[in-house]
């Protein structure tokens, strides 16, 4: 009995070390971002606030285009996310139902490609970008972050889609559904917590996406919120706005705490399909 | 929808793949060919944006005479290294962890998940603050615990900074490696670690024997996945160094970027990307020696 009280001591104590671990950074930005400015800069740091100033989340959106940054930020995550998803489940039935040669060495292909680092693209993307006059424009990011999610998202939804029984569009077959028919009416509906997985993963790679958004996005109305907060240095190195860049970062995480704690086993069975199934 | 009739199932399996391979070849196959044509050119701001063939002039500089790269490469295998051998450690007694069943798991795995789900350049610059020389609370805990003597400016001098970074990059990604390692805990059969116990096997001989056999492929792309990612590390780098003091902290990325576009070098940024492509290819084929006799899980 006492040996099992020690057990779950041990676990309790275990867990609560790696949830601080985890979270502690987290907390630190709540805290600096709601400190009174004074008390931002003082020594020994101060670990409790004298009281809640929220003044820090006033000027983020007063002195900054914050507000701009993020309406960048959801337009370019959303259609960033559909477009890859739109390609992807095309490519993923053709993949996982229609027979062609080469399907498999296809897919390893995608997955082969998609392991190497990003940088080694961005110069000929650059050329392409600055030819098309479209420096600062939301496509010249919407169209390479669903481009680069492509291979993730048609792994993971060809291993769903072969998990769909094909009797089911044999019955529809027989009803008189077109291939496309089937498709859009039988395996996308059936698909959809395969499709929501797919979709939480595109959007949060999206969102966090940050050296294409630096190259492309060159003005700060254009920028996307990592970049933007990123680059809230002040005018030197002196006058770094700490209470804002705290303030911009618990506004830009606390949706994704909300869709993390909601999603988290999705995101878990997501992450982790293409590898361990596959 | 009749039209479509006419096509046969090869036409319109083709049909359907035709956007997700002109998304891929638009930004992926079509940049890594000009990459290659490009890294034979001089073309940059100097060149006034003409392009001149100069052979193996790049590759020359960058693999004989081109320092800065040398002290990236080094940076970056170290990071790689270091932060990919704390990172496999710490997910794996993480997944041990949340493998067993007490209350509040859920809690527990959601904020385990949480420093993955955040953008690295903005939780970059949460540590920035975090390991501020004067006001940082990094400082202040070790101060109060009587760790430090004195405050340090962590990411101002070698090799502190490139430490920091490291240990910025456990907290950011200890999340994946223990996700993927809880999924793979999650597929060994129970029943083999019942039968173990009765032929008197203890804890540590189960993990020996069952967990760590078991878990050996997962391990093998978890470890594939992160070194890749580490290799290629960029944004964490950028926000909390830009590759100083002194490019001790700069990696192969910050370089070829820093490099690039500081002059607009565009042939000599493409020669790099080639020799990055080419370093990645050689740890993707090493990493997956490690499968050969890799055991097939169901």
């Known amino acids: 009995?006492?040996?099992?009280?020690?057990?779950?001591?041990?676990?309790?104590?275990?867990?609560?070390?790696?949830?601080?671990f985890s979270l502690a950074p987290f907390l630190w930005q709540i805290i600096t971002s709601?400190?009174?400015?004074?008390?931002?800069?003082?020594?020994?740091v101060r670990y409790i606030?004298?009281?809640?100033?929220?003044?820090?989340?006033?000027?983020i959106f007063s002195r900054h285009p914050f507000a701009r940054q993020i309406a960048n930020s959801i337009v370019i995550s959303c259609a960033g996310t559909f477009l890859c998803l739109a390609a992807s489940s095309l490519a993923s039935y053709a993949l996982s139902r229609l027979r062609i040669r080469g399907g498999r060495g296809f897919?390893?292909?995608l997955l082969f490609l998609s392991l190497f680092p990003p940088v080694v693209l961005i110069v000929p993307l650059y050329e392409m970008v600055s030819a098309f006059g479209l420096m600062n424009n939301w496509l010249?990011?919407?169209v390479p972050y669903a481009a680069l999610n492509v291979p993730f998202a048609t792994w993971v939804l060809t291993s769903f889609f072969r998990q769909i029984p094909e009797a089911l569009e044999d019955a529809?077959?027989?009803?008189?559904?077109?291939r496309l028919g089937i498709l859009l009416r039988i395996i996308l509906p059936l698909s959809a917590p395969a499709l929501a997985t797919t979709a939480i993963l595109v959007f949060i790679f999206c969102w966090n996406e940050f050296l294409f958004a630096l190259t492309f996005m060159t003005r700060a109305t254009s920028r996307t919120v990592p970049v933007g907060i990123a680059m809230l240095s002040g005018a030197s190195q002196y006058e770094i706005p700490w209470d804002q860049i705290s303030a911009a970062t618990v506004l830009t995480t606390l949706p994704l705490v909300v869709f993390?704690?909601?999603f988290q086993r999705r995101i878990v069975e997501g992450l982790t399909a293409g590898a361990v199934k596959g | 929808m009749k039209r479509r009739k006419g096509l046969t199932d090869t036409q319109f399996a083709y049909l359907l793949l035709l956007p997700a391979i002109f998304l891929f070849g638009l930004v992926i196959l079509y940049p890594v060919a000009r990459n290659v044509y490009l890294s034979f050119q001089e073309k940059s701001i100097a060149t006034g944006m003409v392009e001149r063939f100069v052979g193996l002039k790049h590759y020359v500089k960058i693999l004989t005479t081109d320092l800065r790269f040398r002290q990236a490469l080094g940076n970056t295998v170290y990071f790689t290294v270091v932060s990919v051998a704390i990172e496999f450690i710490l997910g794996l007694s993480f997944a041990l962890l949340l493998n067993l069943s007490f209350r509040g798991r859920n809690f527990a795995r959601a904020s385990v998940i949480l420093p993955w789900a955040l953008p690295t350049a903005v939780m970059a610059m949460a540590w920035r603050w975090i390991y501020h020389d004067v006001y940082g609370v990094a400082n202040d805990v070790l101060l109060r615990l009587g760790i430090l003597k004195e405050a340090v400016a962590w990411l101002g001098q070698h090799p502190l900074a490139m430490h920091a970074a490291i240990f910025s990059d456990a907290w950011k990604t200890t999340s994946f490696m223990a996700l993927m390692f809880l999924a793979g805990l999650q597929s060994i059969p129970q029943d083999l670690y019942a039968a173990a116990s009765i032929d008197g096997a203890g804890i540590w001989g189960r993990f020996r024997h069952i967990t760590l056999p078991l878990l050996r492929p997962v391990m093998v792309l978890a470890l594939l996945f992160r070194s890749l990612q580490a290799f290629a590390v960029f944004d964490l780098i950028w926000v909390l160094t830009q590759g100083g003091p002194g490019g001790t902290t700069e990696t192969l990325s910050v370089y070829l970027y820093s490099y690039t576009f500081r002059y607009l070098n565009l042939g000599y940024g493409s020669a790099l990307s080639m020799v990055i492509f080419g370093l990645t290819l050689v740890i993707i084929f090493v990493i997956l020696l490690f499968r050969k006799e890799e055991v097939e899980l169901g």
């Not at chain 1, 009995?1 to 601080?20: C, D, H, N, P, T």
């Open chain 1, 1 to 20: 009995m006492r040996q099992k009280r020690l057990v779950s001591f041990l676990v309790a104590l275990g867990v609560g070390i790696v949830v601080f």
């Open chain 1, 34 to 44: 709601v400190k009174p400015a004074n008390e931002i800069f003082s020594r020994p």
């Open chain 1, 49 to 59: 606030p004298s009281h809640i100033d929220l003044s820090a989340y006033v000027k």
């Open chain 1, 107 to 109: 897919l390893f292909f």
């Open chain 1, 140 to 142: 010249a990011l919407i």
């Open chain 1, 172 to 178: 529809a077959r027989v009803d008189g559904l077109s």
């Open chain 1, 260 to 262: 993390v704690v909601l």
